[in-house]
């Protein structure tokens, strides 16, 4: 168990190199470890108050913070390869509420958490706040019952 840890920690390639910055929407710079503490659950937050994204009618820069919370199982993102990714949208054309369900989708798909929520918070455009919130609890747990409350929940 302890080398397939070791080899996995291998595989993460951002960390100690230049930051190369993609200029397009970059699902494949995301990167995963093994979660060392898989006997507790925990909530793993992040905050990210630079988040861009274009308009695709206007191509206008929209600015948001983005919050991630998830609890992990065996996976968790290496918060580099977070954080190239989220930059890899700022010449993204999506709207608000894509940009959250994308960035949930692309984590479920790389990690498998047993909860994770994402939640834009877009600096008003036209007088109008958008704030949109997605969450998902994997299917036949506790946490999917946890997931459809917490989405009833919000204001």
Known sequence: MMKEKESRAEELTQLGKKTEYRQDYAPDVLEAFHN???????????????FTAL??????????????????????????????????????????????????????QLMNPK?????????PRGGISIKPYTNYGRPDTSYEQIAKEKLLRQE
């Open 115 to 123: 909860y994770i929520e994402v939640w834009g918070d877009f600096t």
């Open 55 to 108: 308009c695709p009618i206007t191509g206008q820069p929209d600015f948001a913070t983005i919050y991630i919370n998830y609890i992990p199982d065996d996976l968790m993102v290496e918060s580099k390869s977070l954080k190239l990714y989220l930059f890899s949208f700022r010449s993204h054309g999506a709207f608000h509420e894509d940009c959250v369900n994308i960035i949930m989708k692309d984590l479920i």
């Open 36 to 50: 060392r503490h898989r006997d507790v659950d925990y909530l793993v937050r992040f905050v990210c108050p630079e």
